[in-house]
Every structure is written in structure tokens, then in C-alpha cells.
């Protein structure tokens, strides 16, 4: 059902809605205080929290964006909401590439690493600084860096981790903006409704009023009413006059005996 034009206004209140998330300015400045590990799985987590609210914001009501979001479900962790965001077309190719290095470079910090690193496979890790730069180089930042040796360098990786975070949140809450919340299909009941009142006071809107009469049971009433919707669809598609449509349908009843 479609919504009214006051809801399609009224801010989204969900569990995934933007009401207590922090903008990306926000998060650089609590990262401040954040060891680098802190910084890693804070900004991962934030990139996550902004993937659900995108998911959200395509969900048909307000309980089923929270029931799908929530871990166990089908959109319940950074990995699903990736996979979905990109399936919707809410996300581009080089953005669902950034969201899994983060996702890497966050697993690596979250996770023990058994090759000998233990818990210390942060921004000083060789696999950590290559991600990082191929980050600084897929959103094009490497070109402010004349000497591209100083993008390995050991003290910038933080802040290239950041810049390249901060520049992706910022394109998926410009993207929540263009987004609008899907509707559910039209109901039989609705779709003759809304034919009725479109054809008022035509001999089609007329042939409608008279299906309704000639079937008292509202189930075959709404089941011969969408038999003419079809044949007025078909009809209009051929420029076919409504005197004809209503023709058309009444020879419909006459072949098959009705």
C-alpha cells in the first residue's frame, strides 16, 4: 500500500535510522582518543551501521528493516549487508571493493592472528599498509602525495585508514538521500478502486459499477473486475475507443459462457 504524502515526510524511525548515529565528522573526532585498534573496529562498525540504515530505508515498514537487520538474520552482519547493498544497486563496484578491505583490515584487528602476530596485526601489519594504500589509491588520494614512497609510510597509515573511511561514509549518507522506501503492490481490492475512480462517469467506470452489482459475493465481483482491467489495459495500449473495451469485455463473458 502506498504511503500518504505526510508519511512519506515523516522522518524514519527505526532501530537502523540515523537518529543516534554520529556523521563521519564525528566518528574522525572520537578516533582521537582511540588506540588503533579502537580506530579500526569503530570505523568498521560505523560503515556497518550506515549499510543497515541503507537497507532500511528500502524495507516496507519499519519492523521488517529491524527483524532482517538483526544478527542471525539474513542482514545481520557486515559481510550480509555488503553482499545485499550491492544486490539492491545501493552501493557501486569500487565501494563494495573499499567495504571489504575494511572489513578485512577490521577482522584482522578483532581476531587473534595464529601466524605469530597474535592480537598485533594493526596499521604497523605489511598486509594492513598494502590494503590501506590500495584504499588512498581506488578514491584517487594518492595523487595529493608527490612521493608515493610516503604512502607507505608507517605514521600516515592511520590517517589514510581515515581519510579513506570518512571519504566513504560520506558517499552513503549522500546516498541515503536519493533513496525512497519501496511500497507493496496494490491489492486487487485497491487497483479496482483506483480503476473505478479514474473512469467516473464513463462508460467504462460505468461497466465496473455494473460488475459490482451483477456479483454480490466481493470475491467474484473484485476476480471479473480484474478480467476487464486487463482487457481496458490491453486496450489502451492499442488506442482501442472505451466503447470497444466495454465490447470487447462483454463478448469476454458471451465466449465463455458466463
Do not use: W
Amino acid at each position: 500500500m502506498s504511503r500518504s504524502k505526510k508519511q512519506e515526510n515523516t522522518p524514519y524511525e527505526s532501530e537502523y535510522s540515523l537518529r543516534d548515529i554520529p556523521d563521519s565528522d564525528a566518528i574522525l573526532e572520537m578516533l582521537k582518543e582511540e588506540s588503533d585498534r579502537g580506530a579500526i573496529l569503530i570505523f568498521g562498525a560505523y560503515l556497518e551501521e550506515l549499510l543497515g540504515v541503507l537497507i532500511a530505508e528500502l524495507c516496507v515498514s519499519n519492523s521488517l528493516a529491524d527483524s532482517i537487520l538483526k544478527v542471525g538474520t539474513p542482514a545481520g552482519d557486515f559481510d550480509s549487508r555488503i553482499l545485499l547493498a550491492s544486490a539492491l544497486g545501493l552501493i557501486r563496484e569500487n565501494e563494495v571493493k573499499a567495504l571489504r578491505i575494511i572489513q578485512r583490515i577490521r577482522n584482522k584487528a578483532a581476531h587473534f592472528d595464529r601466524s605469530g602476530r597474535g592480537f598485533n596485526v594493526l596499521f604497523d601489519s605489511d598486509i594492513t599498509v598494502d590494503q590501506i594504500v590500495e584504499l588512498t589509491t581506488m578514491f584517487g588520494y594518492d595523487r595529493l602525495v608527490p612521493d608515493r614512497k610516503m604512502l607507505r609510510n608507517r605514521s600516515l597509515i592511520r590517517s589514510q585508514f581515515q581519510v579513506a573511511g570518512h571519504h566513504l561514509a560520506t558517499r552513503l549518507l549522500m546516498r541515503r538521500l536519493t533513496l525512497k522506501r519501496i511500497t507493496l503492490p496494490q491489492s486487487p481490492e485497491e487497483q479496482i478502486a483506483e480503476l473505478t475512480k479514474e473512469y467516473e462517469g464513463s462508460v467504462i467506470g460505468e461497466r465496473l459499477l455494473l460488475i459490482k452489482s451483477e456479483h454480490p459475493d466481493p470475491h467474484e465481483a473484485t476476480n471479473y473486475s480484474m478480467i476487464f482491467r486487463e482487457i481496458i489495459l490491453k486496450g489502451n495500449e492499442f488506442s482501442i475507443s472505451p466503447e470497444l473495451i466495454v465490447a470487447q469485455y462483454n463478448k469476454y463473458l458471451v465466449d465463455n459462457n458466463i
